[in-house]
């Protein structure tokens, strides 16, 4: 596959993150990797998101979990995970085989919890940055209730940056009033990255029998149909912090991922489109080589955040 | 860095209505497409939807090789959305197949009793199980008994294909339409007296209720059983764990598994029936 590697510099940086590329998984999507090792070759990813980790393993949502809903699905998984101890010593061994930085995302009911899986994490070798998911919509404690709240959200960010000297993602809800206001908060209180977004809340009922299609009731929205509201979110929240940005929510196709380097995002983050696709984030990367190709760009860097001012006019 | 395939481009061949919601489609693969076991599945995804997004798990039908293609059959019912989307597929359309996926039923060849047990769809593994028996390993010759349930004779649209396969077919129909009036479990729990225990296997699939009384029924009858379940999936790879089933884990506690990959064959001693017969 190195035959066709272009001389164009994809390579990005996060902080003091440095990824050969700007396209990476989406925690979640991607298990931690051995699911899709077999079809798809990981070392040509920009990073691996593995799926939250928490400090103990977690049984997640009875089924059913997910629905699809029009361009788009709906999951309430509830974080189901082997726990930080078991994947350390099960599931990154595997990754650590690839030259591939892996980001480990973390979950707590508590802040306690948050900061005790950091430190986990931290001790470890090949763990390359962490991603703190206060944005989970489908759990009762933790998780999205750090992140819908300012003081919270930046409370769990200080707390965990304290206890790790990893890059620190912070991972924001779109189910916030003002989201550029919650991450204004997680860049003062240190993180070095912002990703966004994760899963709007939605619903979805069976009409013939008259209950919720999920048994959690609501779950997360993902795919294309929220591509738009995470693109104005992203842009919003790039208008308001100086922190890297990493953007995701419905990138389907390289034209997705570029319009969210166009606004300003520094990497991108490939979900659901695995789903359909398990090579989809590899196919995104070549559709953005092409372009920079076309565009005559000889730099990645170069096309980041040259949103023009004004819509299609002429 | 040589990745195995997963992903497909198939061309349906054809896509015929049996009876009333119920379709037979045959889609052309290349012939390198993996040869997939009795109990896999494979997720069609159509190409031209962009509003639907997943693919859809099918359990394999059937399976033909041909010199430069293969031939791959399933048999569904339509229920949502995405079913009927590809009930309407014309031949010629391309489809993407992911595929063979999944754990396929364990066939020990020292088994001299087999029993096939299934109802309304479940056919489809069972089928595709029966055939490989009588067909794929000449030198296993073990006896065969099968019970097949369906609402009424109309939905036993491909008895005709079976009954050269296995020469035990007990036909049970909830309507009286055909064979025996009542659920396949009920001649089955008569017969299942007679086998031995040790040279038994029962293969089944089916509705869950149907899965459930077998489950019941085997409580005083310790004959060893796999079943192939169903849920709804996204990936089918292992990685969404949005297939989620509760079986008994260790130190009798519950655990999910995931359906797709841990499954979707299963003992069915495992399966923990409180969450999983909720969709009767």
Redesign the interface.
């Known amino acids: 596959?190195t035959i066709n590697q272009t001389h164009r510099n994809l390579s990005v940086e996060i902080g003091r993150l440095r990824l050969r590329n700007p396209v990476m998984t989406a925690s979640?999507?991607?298990?931690y990797g051995e699911?899709?090792g077999?079809?798809?070759?990981l070392?040509r990813l920009g990073a691996i998101v593995v799926?939250g980790l928490s400090l103990k393993p977690r049984?997640?949502?009875?089924?059913?979990?997910?629905?699809?809903t029009?361009?788009?699905?709906l999951?309430a998984?509830g974080l189901?995970n082997v726990g930080v101890d078991a994947f350390i010593r099960e599931n990154l061994p595997f990754l650590t085989q690839f030259d591939l930085p892996v980001i480990a995302n973390i979950f707590g009911e508590s802040v306690e919890e948050y900061v005790k899986v950091a430190e986990i994490l931290s001790q470890a070798s090949g763990v390359h940055a962490l991603e703190v998911n206060i944005s989970c919509p489908n759990v009762k404690k933790g998780g999205i209730a750090f992140g819908a709240n300012p003081d919270m959200a930046a409370d769990v960010t200080r707390r965990v940056k304290a206890s790790t000297d990893l890059p620190v993602i912070v991972k924001l809800t779109p189910n916030v009033t003002d989201i550029a206001e919650i991450a204004e908060s997680v860049e003062a209180a240190g993180a070095d990255a912002i990703s966004l977004i994760n899963t709007i809340t939605g619903m979805s009922v069976d009409i013939e029998r008259r209950v919720p299609h999920l048994?959690n009731i609501t779950g997360g929205l993902s795919?294309?149909a929220i591509k738009p509201v995470a693109l104005r979110m992203v842009w919003q929240v790039i208008q308001r912090v100086s922190v890297p940005v990493i953007g995701l929510g419905g990138i389907m196709t390289a034209r997705d991922a570029l319009e969210f380097l166009i606004v300003g995002a520094r990497a991108v983050q490939v979900g659901?489109a695995?789903?359909?696709?398990?090579?989809a984030a590899i196919d995104i990367l070549k559709g953005i080589e092409d372009y920079l190709e076309q565009h005559q760009f000889d730099d990645i860097n170069q096309l980041i955040g040259t949103l023009k001012p004004g819509g299609e006019t002429c | 860095?040589n990745?195995?395939?997963?992903?497909w481009v198939g061309k349906v061949l054809s896509n015929r209505e049996m009876m009333k919601g119920y379709l037979l489609m045959s889609v052309r693969l290349p012939r390198t497409f993996d040869a997939p076991l009795p109990g896999q599945f494979v997720m069609i995804?159509l190409r031209d939807r962009?509003?639907?997004?997943?693919?859809r798990p099918f359990s394999i039908y059937g399976i033909q090789y041909h010199k430069s293609r293969v031939i791959l059959e399933i048999f569904y019912r339509v229920v949502g959305?995405?079913t009927y989307s590809l009930s309407l597929l014309k031949r010629g359309t391309e489809v993407e197949i992911?595929g063979p996926l999944g754990r396929p039923f364990e066939v020990n060849r020292r088994i001299k009793n087999i029993v096939l047990v299934a109802g309304g769809l479940g056919i489809a593994p069972i089928r595709f199980l029966l055939e490989y028996l009588k067909k794929g390993i000449s030198e296993f010759q073990p006896r065969i008994r099968f019970y097949m349930g369906a609402k009424t004779a109309g939905e036993l649209v491909e008895l005709d294909r079976l009954e050269p396969l296995c020469e035990d077919i007990n036909v049970c129909t909830d309507d009286c339409s055909m064979g025996y009036h009542g659920f396949v479990t009920e001649p089955l729990e008569k017969d299942l007296k007679s086998f031995p225990i040790a040279d038994t296997m029962i293969y089944a699939c089916g509705p869950a209720a149907m899965i459930r009384r077998l489950a019941g029924l085997l409580e005083d009858h310790p004959v060893p059983c796999q079943v192939s379940m169903e849920?709804?999936?996204?990936?089918?790879?292992?990685?969404?764990?949005?297939?989620?089933?509760?079986v008994k884990g260790q130190n009798g506690g519950?655990?999910?598994k995931r359906v797709c990959?841990d499954g979707p064959v299963f003992d069915i001693r495992d399966i923990l029936w409180d969450?999983a017969s909720?969709e009767e």
């Open positions: 596959m979640g999507t991607f298990g699911e899709y077999p079809y798809v070759d070392s799926k049984m997640g949502n009875p089924p059913p979990r997910i629905v699809e029009p361009c788009g699905m999951n998984v189901q048994r795919g294309p659901t695995h789903f359909i696709h398990p090579h | 860095m990745k195995k395939r997963v992903l995804h962009k509003d639907i997004l997943l693919g959305e995405g992911l849920e709804r999936m996204a990936c089918g790879l292992g990685a969404c764990l949005g297939c989620a089933i509760a519950r655990q999910y990959k969450e909720k």
